[in-house]
């Protein structure tokens, strides 16, 4: 059975830090590429940031570049997305997805293969 679990979503001030975690089972997850997406209220899911399978290509959103950074242990199973500087636009609900394709923020559509189930994030002005 495939899983994605994410955990370490919380309520955070503005200026924290916050680190997800996605933890994958059911598939091998070092031949997949991962990424997270976030969906705030009313608004639609949107990309975060992506890991290619080697951890080469790493994508940001213009939004989160330079504050939050994504990382792999393929041994562990576990993709990481460390969260710093956090702002109140930054609350959503945080999803882990895999693909056996690169996952871009420039592609038409959002899409992969398995998802997680999600892990809210808020964040207090």
């Known amino acids: 059975q495939v899983q994605l679990v994410e955990s370490g979503g919380r309520l955070v001030q503005a200026g924290g830090s916050l680190k997800l975690s996605c933890v994958a089972s059911?598939?091998?997850?070092?031949?997949?590429?991962m990424g997270w997406f976030r969906q705030a209220p009313g608004k639609e899911r949107e990309f975060v940031a992506s890991?290619?399978?080697?951890?080469?290509?790493?994508y940001y959103s213009d939004s989160v570049k330079g504050r939050f950074t994504i990382s792999r242990d393929n041994a562990k199973r576990t993709v990481f997305l460390q969260m710093n500087s956090l702002k109140p636009e930054d609350t959503a609900i945080y999803y882990c997805?895999?693909?056996?394709?690169?996952?871009?923020?420039?592609?038409?559509?959002?899409?992969?293969?398995?998802w997680g189930q999600g892990t809210q994030v808020t964040v207090s002005s």
């Open positions: 997805a895999a693909d056996d394709r690169p996952m871009s923020p420039r592609d038409s559509e959002i899409r992969a293969d398995y």
């Open positions: 059911g598939f091998s997850i070092s031949k997949y590429h």
């Open positions: 890991i290619t399978w080697s951890a080469e290509i790493i």
